[in-house]
């Protein structure tokens, strides 16, 4: 530093330039502003100086110089040298060195001319200033200034005893106790008190002393004291009033002391006049602050104990213990309440008004420690009572109250009162949140508070003018809000359930958005209870009370439960509901009393109650899923019901539970819509259940009073208050359409978006709830919404769909109401304009009110789909399908009746009743009345309303269905876009989508066949049902049931028949061309063979159902039992195919049980129902008759345009015949040739082939010769296809699609059939004897044959189904050559090419390829089941060769048996070794065939003969019977397997029990090779060259 300051260059060239430098230096630091920086260097460079010279570096000349240079530099430069000579004689005494010593006193000698000695008598030791000479003795210095001490410190000047008089003090007091009412003042008296003092010498600090004595005696003479003192203390220091005052606090602080409160009142008065300052006199109060915090602490922590030991469990003796420990401590707390000065001095300030020093006190404490002391807290409300008066005398007195008087303080200084909103930001809210929850202590205050926010916020929604008015408002909206969450509810919790309080918070809570009260009671529960340690205790003592209420409340004691629960709530609601709502959802058995119990409740705890629900739902850390994760957890659907029964019963404001809705819909949550579920259900009374009664159903196709009345479950009443109250909170908060579309986008969001990881059958409930409160809320929204609201909501059918992305169903769901109401409200306008009362006038408006609404309906929906669909179907038709709804199409008539039944019964108990009294008998009767008159009065509405409908539909029809292309395009259209999307969107459009197919049928509406229609929908259901989630199954069920009930009303009579399709174009056969005229009646279908398409539809149901129950996948199993248990009136008829369903069922019985009890318990109870029915079925040649008159048979479509896809009407007759007229030949085999059936199973997977093996060499010259026969057959058969062939279009040709032909046969091989028949039953006559021996085995496998019928039918069309239809243009195109050529046609049979690989088609398949002609060529399956039927044939004719015996004259029978014996054992051997080489070849071949399909077909041609050359002839002739070239197939065939087998059955009636025992070889060989044949699935083509080989 010394170098920084001083350098040594300096020193060294002293005279030349360093004495200049260290002046200029001294002179530089001396110009400078900042004082004390320059002192420091100043003092810093003398320092130095010095030093130099006590070092012997500088002369104490030179320095004395420069010194005497610098002195005059700065006013305080003696000063601060005396400084460094004090510093250095300290430093200098303490060193060894006594020459520096010596250079320090020459320095300071020759100095003492610029220090004056005074000041270094001040500064150096006694010792150094006897050296300098300045002092003669350093010890009598020192006594000296001992003296000198003493006597200014420690010496008193003794007045009270020496000088001063009593008198004075005694005149004194009398001065200051006279009566002041006069003219006395202050000054005056003042005076005469410094008269007292100067005469009797009165110290004056005891005046001052007394003064204050006497005005605290004397408080109400603030305007003399206050200035007397003020006067006074301009005589006395400023600090002599505080301690003086802070000497009578201290005087108090004593352990038992008590400061009185006057005192503490002059105090706050002289802080408010500030003559003293609160720091000052803060210091002298007790306790200190730290210890203030420490108390604080200690609270929160005995509150959080509390709240600890409630949680816990304490066993009885305990209790006791620590309740009486807790007494003790309570006790003690009372006794030992220390006096807080500094409180008490608050409570003084508050009470004159000095708020901004009560307000810096308590800012020096913890928050709301102050305002927990009652006094405290009861001076600051009077406080805010004076301060808000005038305002609430003017805006908060309700009208008709007085209100008491509030006077204002006496001191001018305290707040200013408010007198208009804006003041109140003033004081009043800071006042308010000092104040905290402690404004419980004034209820009078607190409703004050709370009808000035009311009035407020009837000024801040009213339209305020100017911009700086609506953000002035915004402010003292937002502290309203404030005070309401730190001030107002807290209150309420402190409060003793006071229920007046609560209405008066609501009335002005409630003119808040709800977004803001639920902050607040979210703030209020979650937050509030755990800032104070008051309410930590409150709140563990509210759950500690509710736990004590739940545990008692039953359904008996509700009433007195339910008051307990209301007087909980009034003050902790949102705590007591809480706990209730967990509660609820542990068990909702509780939902039903809790319910009732809430009826004592005030406004707000309702609204506090809707808070909790909605917080409880969205409870993040709740699992809305089960941990299975396939089901909604129960907590949530407790909530659910809850939240349906509480919103119903009582006026709690739906618009937050609403918006949570909406918003969870918005994020893609649909778990939440169970609540909107059960509200509406509850408040409106619409039930949505998929167990609904067929009567029920009935009814809710009728009138609103009718579907009330016997729609629903429950008795639904009381709902009007309810629904309406739904109805304005949609409508208030404009969330009726928001939610709508919302549920009908969610419901593919559930499939594609939530449901991506979640389990199938959570997806489908959650996909099923969606969909139901879609149409629960759709269906209240139409029955409550007036006309002009729905129809001011709801856009057009376009906008919905194309802007909305509403799916058409739900769109259409929701615009129905609207046409309705547009229609209703055109057709009354158009009445009263032309008063016309004709029946036929009032259509013709109806009519025309119809067009007028729909028209641009039927241009909206345009735009909805491509422009080809409209070339099948009309916007009109589409439009009105959509638009019309089960209340328009049929008249409930029986609905009707039962409940006017059942109010006639009910007026009857009540004229019975005795003891019911006579003015509620008359009030019953009087609803009952009104009521049934209300019903007939709905009914005859309705009446006439289906009247006008089905006059509409009958002008309309002729533009509804275009067909441009082709019927069966026209009815794929329908099905796909009006059918199909709507029988699964409710039961009763279910029921609508059958009864409009019959509407239209019964209509004549033309180019609609109603036979392809029924025939499509009954065909394959498999992929529909396998679509479906529950509830649509459900519906879909009902919509099959509806469907099978009109067909069966048709099956059942022929009359009814006649009537209702006999004439009708529904049911034409050959679908001519549409501009061709004319038909006939036979193009009608006939009774008969209507029989047998319905047995074939139901055929069609049983596979699909077996189909179905046998995948082993979850959804289609419970699908088709849910579907099988609705249609279960009307399916099964058939006994077998009732047999064949039962076993599957009972199948799935055995193996779900364990796995799956739902589908255990779907497949019981479905087994049950079917076992209940079994008296209804009937035998399959009842139900149908099975071999129809020629006459009846129907010729082959003939499509009327190019492309269409699929059968016609006519070929689904064929598809029943051949299946019926092959199971009759079974039974008249069975009966002529009673072979065993013990193999019937095997025998249906043998193959001819067989047979060939175990000819004998007789029967291989017949075989040759059938060869030939069928090879010249073939030839011809050949020549015909060319000559078609050559003529078809190109399409015919292409790759890889062989075409299904549809076959008829001829009616002209029906005798040579029945001569085949004939001979057989001669032959089975001779064999009768031998047979009788085995009868008695035949009877049990007889019952089993017949079922395994259906089941080896069902076998063969699973397997069909993988071949779908192919090469229908082949067919088409060639039908149309027919139709044009005419002429006469031969019967050829055609037969299906599979269109799957060879090596995948099972043996039955090949066989039946090779060896029969398939006499139904559509895709359908009961071709399948024919084939299986013919084998069926094959197989016991096979049987019949095998094992009768025709009777042979004795010479041969001997040859034979002979022969038999001889070659028994080489037959096995032989068989064997070709089935070595059989398997060889096939091998070889199998590659080949794979190579080149086409030659493949030319060589099976050339092996198979006549069987080939069928394969892909086309049918000739449309009306030859499709029953000849089979007869003459079977005839010939059995025929020459009679030949060939008759020596080999001699044999082996005559041959010995080995020879039996050979054919059960033979037999257990041919099953051996069967299956090894079905297993390897190898090729036709190698079974044909194996089968040459052995013939």
């Not at 959802?585 to 705890?605: A, E, F, G, H, M």
């Not at 129809?1188 to 598809?1215: D, E, M, Y």
């Not at 011809?1276 to 399409?1291: C, L, N, R, V």
């Not at 496998?1341 to 069909?1360: F, N, R």
């Amino acid at each position: 530093m010394a170098a920084a300051v001083l350098p040594a260059d300096w020193i060294k060239n002293w005279e030349k330039s360093g004495k200049n430098d260290f002046v200029q230096l001294c002179r530089s630091l001396g110009e400078k502003g900042q004082e004390n920086v320059t002192f420091k260097d100043t003092q810093q460079a003398l320092y130095e100086l010095a030093c130099h010279v006590i070092k012997g570096n500088l002369k104490q000349d030179q320095a004395a110089g420069v010194l005497t240079d610098v002195i005059d530099l700065r006013d305080d430069m003696p000063s601060i040298l005396a400084d460094v000579f004090c510093v250095l004689d300290i430093e200098t005494s303490c060193l060894e060195e006594k020459w520096r010593r010596d250079h320090f006193t020459q320095l300071v000698l020759s100095c003492l001319y610029l220090v004056s000695d005074t000041i270094l008598k001040e500064r150096l030791d006694p010792e150094t200033l006897e050296s300098l000479g300045l002092i003669k003795q350093s010890q009598q210095f020192n006594q000296k200034s001992v003296k000198i001490k003493t006597k200014l410190f420690y010496k008193q000047q003794k007045f009270n005893l020496l000088r001063e008089e009593n008198e004075g003090y005694a005149k004194l007091i009398s001065e200051l106790g006279q009566d002041l009412s006069g003219n006395i003042t202050s000054d005056l008296i003042l005076e005469n008190i410094k008269s007292l003092i100067g005469c009797f010498n009165l110290d004056p600090n005891r005046v001052l002393d007394i003064i204050l004595e006497v005005y605290e005696c004397r408080p109400e003479h603030d305007d003399f004291f206050v200035p007397l003192i003020e006067s006074y203390m301009g005589m006395c220091e400023p600090q002599t009033l505080c301690h003086i005052l802070g000497f009578k606090f201290k005087f108090y602080q004593e352990p038992n002391g008590e400061t009185p409160t006057p005192l503490y009142r002059v105090a706050a008065v002289l802080l408010q006049y500030h003559l003293i300052d609160l720091e000052d006199l803060y210091v002298h109060l007790l306790p200190l602050d730290s210890s203030i915090l420490e108390e604080y602490k200690k609270e929160v922590m005995e509150a959080k104990q509390i709240v600890r030991k409630l949680t816990m469990v304490v066993l009885s003796s305990e209790k006791s213990d620590d309740k009486e420990k807790e007494k003790e401590k309570d006790e003690e707390k009372t006794e030992k309440a220390p006096d807080n000065q500094k409180l008490g001095l608050l409570e003084a300030l508050l009470k004159i008004g000095d708020w901004q020093h009560a307000q810096n006190i308590m800012d020096q404490m913890p928050p709301f420690y102050a305002t927990s002391h009652k006094p405290i807290a009861l001076a600051l409300c009077h406080l805010i009572h004076v301060t808000i008066d005038p305002l609430y005398r003017r805006m908060g007195v309700p009208k008709g109250a007085k209100g008491s008087r509030v006077y204002s303080l006496s001191s001018k200084k305290a707040p200013k009162q408010v007198e208009c909103f804006e003041d109140l930001r003033r004081d009043f809210f800071s006042m308010l949140c000092f104040l905290g929850p402690h404004l419980a202590h004034d209820a009078i205050l607190l409703a004050k508070i709370v009808r000035l926010g009311k009035a407020f916020m009837k000024e801040f929604q009213s339209d305020s003018s100017k911009v700086e008015d609506k953000e002035r408002m915004e402010v003292l909206f937002s502290c309203f809000l404030s005070i309401t969450d730190q001030v107002l509810l807290p209150s309420l919790t402190l409060m003793d359930c006071n229920a007046c309080l609560s209405e008066e918070l609501w009335s002005m809570i409630k003119t808040f958005p709800y977004q803001y009260r639920y902050r607040l009671y979210g703030q209020w529960k979650n937050e509030t209870y755990n800032n104070h340690p008051l309410l930590v205790k409150v709140k563990a003592q509210t759950i500690d009370r509710a736990k004590y209420i739940m545990k008692r409340l039953t359904k008996e004691n509700v009433k007195p439960s339910g008051r307990q629960i209301g007087k909980l709530s009034h003050s902790n609601p949102t705590i007591l509901f809480d706990y209730i709502l967990s509660q609820i959802q542990k068990y909702d058995n509780l939902i039903t009393p809790v319910v009732d119990s809430l009826k004592y409740l005030t406004s707000l705890n309702y609204d506090v109650l809707a808070y909790c629900i909605i917080e409880a739902l969205a409870n993040p850390e709740k699992e809305k899923m089960k941990h299975d994760d396939t089901t909604i957890s129960s907590w949530l659907q407790s909530l659910a019901s809850f939240c349906g029964a509480i919103f119903r019963k009582y006026p709690i404001e739906l618009a937050g539970l609403l918006q949570y809705v909406a918003n969870q819909l918005k994020a893609g949550k649909s778990f939440d819509l169970l609540i909107l579920k059960e509200v509406v259900q509850k408040m409106a009374g619409i039930e949505i259940t998929e167990e609904i009664t067929m009567e029920q159903l009935e009814a809710m196709t009728g009138g609103e009073q009718l579907k009330a009345e016997g729609g629903y479950f429950g008795q639904i009443r009381n709902t009007k208050k309810s629904s309406q109250r739904l109805k304005d909170a949609l409508l208030d908060h404009d969330l009726a359409l928001p939610l709508c579309l919302l549920m009908a986008q969610q419901r593919n969001g559930v499939v594609f978006q939530e449901g991506g990881e979640k389990h199938l059958k959570l997806v489908g409930k959650l996909y099923d709830q969606c969909h139901d409160t879609l149409v629960q809320f759709g269906g209240f929204l139409a029955s409550n919404l007036s006309t002009e609201d729905y129809i001011k909501r709801v856009p057009s059918i376009d906008v919905l769909c194309n802007e909305y992305h509403t799916p058409h169903d739900a769109a259409f769901f929701l615009s129905r109401p609207m046409y309705a109401h547009h229609i209703s409200s055109k057709y009354d306008e158009l009445k009263k304009t032309e008063k016309g009362n004709k029946q036929q006038h009032k259509v013709h408006k109806y009519i025309s009110s119809c067009e007028v609404v729909m028209a641009p309906v039927h241009e909206a929906v345009i735009s909805l789909h491509p422009p080809k669909v409209w070339d099948d179907i009309s916007p009109q038709f589409y439009a009105t399908f959509w638009s019309l709804t089960m209340y328009d199409l049929a008249v409930p008539t029986p609905s009707y009746n039962r409940e006017i039944n059942k109010l006639r019964i009910q007026m009857k108990a009540i004229d019975d009743n005795l003891e019911m009294a006579p003015n509620k008998k008359k009030k019953e009767k009087e609803r009952c009345t009104a009521l049934q008159d209300k019903l007939v009065e709905e009914e005859k509405k309705q009446s006439e309303h289906v009247a006008r409908i089905l006059q509409r539909m009958k002008l309309e029809k002729d533009n509804w269905l275009l067909a441009r292309s082709t019927k069966n395009e026209t009815i794929t259209k329908f099905l796909q876009l009006c059918i199909f999307p709507r029988c699964v969107f409710s039961s009763i459009d279910a029921v609508y989508c059958a009864r409009f197919v019959e509407l239209v049928h019964l209509q004549k509406t033309p180019n609609f066949s109603t036979l392809l229609c029924y025939d499509r929908v009954f065909s394959d259901i498999i992929y529909t049902v396998a679509s479906c989630t529950e509830n649509e199954a459900s519906r879909y069920g009902r919509f099959l049931c509806c469907m099978l009930e009109t067909v069966t009303k048709w099956h059942s009579d022929r009359a009814v028949y006649d009537k209702d399709c006999g004439s009708y174009p529904g049911f034409v056969t050959i679908l001519r061309a549409s501009n061709f005229d004319g038909g006939n009646k036979a193009d009608q279908l006939d009774y008969e063979n209507f029989r047998h398409v319905v047995h074939k539809w139901h055929y069609k149901l049983t596979k699909a159902s077996v189909h179905c129950l046998e995948t082993g996948e979850y959804t289609h199993i419970r699908n088709i039992l849910i579907v099988l248990t609705k249609i279960l009136p009307w399916y099964p008829k058939v006994l077998n195919l009732g047999q064949a369903l039962e076993r599957r069922v009972h199948k799935i019985c055995s193996e779900e049980k364990e796995k799956r009890p739902d589908l255990y318990a779907l497949a019981m109870g479905y087994s049950g129902q079917l076992k209940s029915r079994k008296s209804f079925m009937v035998p399959e040649n009842e139900f149908h008759h099975k071999d129809p008159p020629a006459r009846n048979v129907i010729a082959p479509t003939v499509q009327n345009g190019p492309g269409a896809a699929s059968q016609s009407a006519s070929v689904l007759v064929n598809a029943a015949k051949p299946e019926e007229s092959s199971t009759e030949d079974i039974e008249k085999l069975k009966e002529k040739s009673q072979s065993t059936l013990k193999v019937v199973t095997k025998t249906t997977n043998s193959t001819p082939k067989v047979t060939a093996n175990n000819g004998s060499s007789s029967s291989n010259s017949k075989v040759a010769k059938e060869k030939e026969d069928k090879d010249k057959l073939g030839k011809e058969k050949e020549k015909d296809k060319k000559e078609k062939t050559q003529t078809a279009p190109q399409e015919t040709k292409a790759p890889g699609k062989d075409g299904k032909d549809k076959v008829k046969e001829d009616r002209a091989n029906k005798d040579e059939k029945l001569r085949d028949v004939k001979e057989k039953t001669q032959k089975s006559d001779k064999e009768k004897e031998k047979t009788k021996k085995e009868e008695k085995s035949q009877k049990e496998e007889k019952s089993k044959a017949a079922t395994t019928s259906t089941e080896s039918k069902l076998a063969a069309e699973k397997e069909k189904e993988k071949e779908p239809p192919r090469e229908r243009d082949v067919f088409k195109e060639s039908k149309l050559k027919e139709s044009s050529k005419g002429g006469d046609k031969t019967a050829v049979a055609g037969s299906l090419k599979s269109p799957v690989p060879r090596s995948e088609t099972s043996e039955i398949e090949r066989e039946q390829k090779r060896r029969k002609i398939d006499t139904h060529s559509s895709p359908s399956h009961s071709s399948a089941v024919k084939d299986n039927l013919n084998e069926f044939k094959d197989s016991s004719a096979k049987h019949y060769t095998n094992h009768t015996n025709p009777p042979k004259s004795k010479s041969k029978e001997r040859e034979v048996e002979k022969k038999e014996v001889d070659k028994s054992r080489e037959r096995s051997r032989e068989r064997e070794k070709k089935e070595e080489k059989e398997r060889k070849e096939r091998k070889r071949d199998h590659s080949n065939s794979d190579r080149e399909v086409n030659q493949e077909t030319k060589r099976r041609k050339e092996e198979n003969g006549t069987s080939g050359s069928t394969k892909h002839s086309k049918s000739e002739s449309p009306s030859d019977s499709p029953r000849s070239n089979e007869k003459d197939r079977n005839k010939s065939k059995s025929s020459n397997k009679e030949k060939a087998e008759i020596m080999k059955s001699d044999k082996m009636e005559k041959s010995s029990s080995s020879s039996k025992k050979e054919s059960r070889h033979d037999k257990e060989k041919s099953e051996k090779k069967e299956k090894r044949d079905s297993a390897g699935g190898k090729e036709e083509k190698k079974h044909h060259k194996s089968s040459d080989k052995h013939r």
